[in-house]
């Protein structure tokens, strides 16, 4: 069954250190990939995607992912880690459905000052 | 633009009793979701339509039924709240033409006791 995987429930980084979030998909057909940002007590936001093209991405906030066909993976980062990164990051992905994601379990980043 | 609205924003139910959750967009998307945020479990997809008059089931349907009469709006009941039911629930919806990128509510909390 296709899958997403995202390393780590928690990770936690120094202010102005790198953020490296993991995520990896089980497919032998690359899909669509995004990552979202769950602030506090928010709904979720588009962060960054790939859909086609260029395999490095950039989003919102100075985030970065880098689309690996290879390793299947597509893993979220930021060279500097800012307070208000902290939130819950998600992966998820589309297998050219119309409607449907399949998402991660959820990776929280908490930022140490 | 309001984007994507939840209406209540908090609720508590006693076991058995029913309510309805109601989510509104105002940018004429085509599909709309119902997610419920467990901690630890990420996003489950509980039920969605791709379309005005159509709904469908995802991955957890049980105990709650949906209606969308009209494009803008979905609505989520719980005909008999079971303490299990206690979540923040989600609402979110998606342009015809972007696959994956979905829009999101603000969110519902619900306690059920």
């Known amino acids: 069954a296709q899958s997403v995987t995202q390393l780590g429930s928690h990770v936690s980084v120094s202010e102005g250190a790198l953020v490296l979030l993991r995520c990896n998909y089980s497919?032998?057909?690359?899909?669509?990939l995004f990552w979202y940002v769950q602030y506090p007590n928010q709904g979720l936001q588009l962060l960054l995607k790939y859909t086609t093209g260029a395999t490095l991405v950039k989003g919102i906030n100075g985030f970065e992912a880098e689309f690996k066909k290879s390793e299947t993976s597509f893993h979220l980062t930021k060279p500097s880690a800012h307070m208000s990164d902290a939130a819950e990051y998600f992966c998820?992905?589309?297998?050219?459905?119309?409607?449907?994601?399949?998402w991660g379990a959820g990776t929280k980043l908490i930022i140490k000052p | 633009n309001a984007g994507v609205t939840q209406t209540p924003k908090f609720r508590v139910l006693k076991t058995g009793q029913s309510m309805t959750l109601l989510c509104a967009q105002d940018?004429?998307?085509?599909?709309m979701y119902w997610y419920r945020q467990d901690p630890g479990m990420g996003l489950r997809l509980i039920h969605y339509?791709?379309?005005?008059?159509?709904?469908a089931k995802g991955e957890v349907p049980d105990g709650y039924n949906v209606s969308r009469l009209k494009k803008q709006n979905f609505l989520l009941g719980l005909e008999s709240a079971a303490p299990s039911q206690t979540s923040v629930y989600f609402c979110?919806?998606?342009?015809?033409?972007?696959?994956?990128?979905?829009?999101f509510g603000p969110g519902t909390r619900l306690t059920v006791t």
């Open positions: 339509s791709v379309g005005e008059g159509t709904t």
């Open positions: 497919s032998s057909v690359p899909p669509y």
């Open positions: 998820a992905v589309n297998f050219y459905s119309n409607y449907q994601l399949i």
């Open positions: 940018m004429n998307h085509e599909y």
């Open positions: 979110a919806s998606t342009p015809l033409a972007a696959l994956g990128e979905q829009y």
